[in-house]
T-cell receptor, first 115, second 108 residues
Framework: DADVTQTPRNRITKTGKRIMLECSQT?????MYWYRQDPGLGLRLIYY???????NKGEISDGYSVSRQAQAKFSLSLESAIPNQTALYFC??????????????FGPGTRLTVL | RKEVEQDPGPFNVPEGATVAFNCTYS??????FFWYRQDCRKEPKLLMS???SGNEDGRFTAQLNRASQYISLLIRDSKLSDSATYLC?????????FGAGTTVTVRA
């Protein structure tokens, strides 16, 4: 079984709809991240969380919100989806040592299309 | 200036060839460096960490040049299965910055 799972894997939605992307991990990691990937732009950080009570904005958080329901679960919401949020979204996790940057492990991604 | 920059390529090489490419970074305080491999819009997977002294994993060699602020990846004896996009990642406090990736295509 995969250590980091994402649901749904593919989603097509319409402008203005609310949508939630979910991420679960069995790696026991404290830190979780949401990225989006667009052609030519690489991975850009949307939000990250070091534990259930610690949520931080990344470089492109506008239009997104997150919820860390448990150590193992981190959800990303688009309150009112717009077409330029069409992208590939990845969740990632890393180890719990706050003083160092550990390797990040990625989920399989969610391909989101906003019409 | 982007925090992490990569030559997007593509690098088209024949099987058995050696291919090398760099990744430059702007934050001189960065401490950790990684190469990830990404296949066809699938999730990035760690290829190797990059250590100050350089490191090798089979046909892959990674180097770090702190003075010039770049890391490099060299692939020897390229295989068809090496065709992928290679992302470099550089640490910033508690997070990683990723390059946009270098595409390598190995042809038979």
């Amino acid at each position: 079984d995969a250590d980091v799972t994402q649901t749904p894997r593919n989603r097509i939605t319409k402008t203005g709809k609310r949508i939630m992307l979910e991420c679960s991990q069995t790696k026991g990691h404290d830190r979780m991240y949401w990225y989006r990937q667009d052609p030519g732009l690489g991975l850009r950080l949307i939000y990250y969380s070091f534990d259930v009570k610690d949520i931080n904005k990344g470089e492109i958080s506008d239009g997104y919100s997150v919820s860390r329901q448990a150590q193992a679960k981190f959800s990303l919401s688009l309150e009112s989806a717009i077409p330029n949020q069409t992208a590939l979204y990845f969740c990632a996790t890393s180890g719990s040592d706050r003083t160092s940057t550990d390797t990040q492990y990625f989920g399989p991604g969610t391909r989101l299309t906003v019409l | 200036r982007k925090e992490v920059e990569q030559d997007p390529g593509p690098f088209n090489v024949p099987e058995g060839a050696t291919v090398a490419f760099n990744c430059t970074y702007s934050n001189s305080a960065s401490q950790s460096f990684f190469w990830y491999r990404q296949d066809c819009r699938k999730e990035p997977k760690l290829l190797m960490s990059v250590y100050s002294s350089g490191n090798e994993d089979g046909r892959f060699t990674a180097q770090l040049n702190r003075a010039s602020q770049y890391i490099s990846l060299l692939i020897r004896d390229s295989k068809l299965s090496d065709s992928a996009t290679y992302l470099c990642a550089v640490s910033r406090p508690y997070k990683l910055s990723f390059g946009a990736g270098t595409t390598v295509t190995v042809r038979a």
